[in-house]
């Protein structure tokens, strides 16, 4: 049985072809009209899936979304654009509603155009109104190598809110990340809500980092229909960053090959941006990741990791101070008891290090996952 859902969202999730058997096409679009907000991936080879949603994103009134999973779209030419902007049309006339109220999504092998002959085919096949949204399946329709689907009810007030998300691999979101999305019945104006939700995503998706590789494909936004009134604001955006944290961690735990959570928590920077410039350094750091899976209590790594921002010149070593978990590695020089000790931690599913700079007040947590042979397999196998 599923959660307690928003009011007024419909969906569909159905098999395309681009999987063997299993869904590949999800829909999930309010019943009436909406706000949203949305943020994208900066890079230079985005989708046609993403200019498209981009272009329209400033309306602030998309519905909701559409998603094929396997299958990028990106780097497809001419013939690539014409396939996204006709999968958003007709499923938004499938809907009875304009195609810029629908962002439409895309994640999968990048280079390889849609098999279009089986969408058109699924596409005349289906009706509206769709089914009250089940969001598990559609966690699950957009997933491509995640293990399992990644999905977070929560309630504010009188409204519920809905996250979902994908992405285990080519992940460090530069604007919030991969595919996620989330629906809520809260009445939010659209200002407020496009404010709340870039400060979010700000602390979690862009806090995330699995293999330095960011995506062509990223996409986020939120759709609000308003149909169970309005909600007090700041409580809505700290259930935003429940919802967020929550399917943040679980990304990082899935991450391809992964079998550990790093959290890394620097406190006593200059100011936040510094504290999340090494938090990253140390979660993207092959050889910290490494460690991290050989549960080996190596801190010279991370300080390697934090020494290599070599623009930061007002980090010095000797006030800065390294710990796993409350287990102190540097400046003391720590005991065989307590690297014993650092071992059994770095031995558990979620590894936790700490960072303090001694130089002000800013923090910032990053999350990523160790480094694996399932990693690389996954990756050199993934085409082919």
């Known amino acids: 049985m599923q959660s307690v859902v928003p009011l007024g969202f419909r ?10 058997v299993e869904d590949d096409f999800a829909a999930v679009i309010s019943e009436v009209p909406a706000r949203s907000a949305a943020v994208f991936t ?10 498209l949603s981009r272009e329209a994103a400033p309306l602030q ?34 809907a009875g509603i304009a195609p810029e109220e629908l962002v439409i999504g895309s994640t999968g092998v990048i280079g390889r155009p849609y098999p279009m002959d089986g969408i058109r085919a699924g596409l005349s096949a289906m009706t509206w109104p769709f089914p009250e949204a089940d969001y598990e399946a559609a966690a699950e329709a957009i997933m491509t190598t995640d293990t399992r689907p990644k999905s977070f009810h929560a309630r504010c007030g009188d409204a519920v809110l809905v996250g979902i998300a994908k992405g285990v691999g080519m992940i460090e979101p530069n604007m ?3 595919l996620t999305f989330f629906f809520t019945d809260a009445d939010i104006p659209a200002d407020a809500l496009d ?28 759709f609000a229909n308003g149909l169970a009134g309005p909600v007090d604001l700041a409580a809505f955006e700290q259930s935003l960053y429940e919802c967020a944290l929550h399917l943040v961690r679980d990304i990082a735990s899935d991450g391809e090959g992964a079998t550990k959570l790093i959290e890394v ?16 350094s140390v979660v993207n750091s092959p050889l910290v990741k490494a460690a991290v899976h050989g549960c080996d209590p190596n801190w010279g790594r991370v300080a390697m990791a934090i020494g290599k921002l070599d623009d930061e010149t007002d980090i010095d070593p000797a006030r800065v101070r390294i710990q796993y978990d409350d287990i102190l590695m540097h400046p003391e020089e720590p005991s065989d008891a307590l690297l014993e000790q650092a071992a059994r931690h770095l031995a558990g599913n979620e590894v936790v290090i700490r960072i303090d700079l001694g130089i002000a007040d800013g923090a910032f ?4 996952c160790d480094l694996t042979e399932g990693y690389v397999k996954i990756n050199a196998d993934y085409t082919t």
């Open 195 to 222: 404010a709340l939700f870039r400060r979010v995503m700000d602390k979690t998706f862009n806090a995330l980092s699995i293999d330095t590789d960011t995506s062509t494909s990223d996409t986020a936004a939120i």
């Open 365 to 368: 947590t990053v999350y990523g």
């Open 265 to 280: 928590h620097v406190t006593g920077a200059r100011d936040a941006a510094q504290a999340k410039r090494v938090g990253k």
């Open 61 to 94: 009134r998309s519905r909701g979304m559409v998603v094929l999973s396997r299958n990028a779209n990106v780097a497809t030419g001419r013939a690539g654009a014409e396939h996204a902007a006709e999968v958003r049309r007709r499923v938004a006339e499938i």
């Open 11 to 20: 969906g569909i999730t159905t098999n395309m072809g681009l999987k063997d």
């Open 42 to 51: 900066k890079s230079r080879f985005a989708g046609p899936s993403v200019l």
């Open 176 to 178: 919030a990340t991969l």
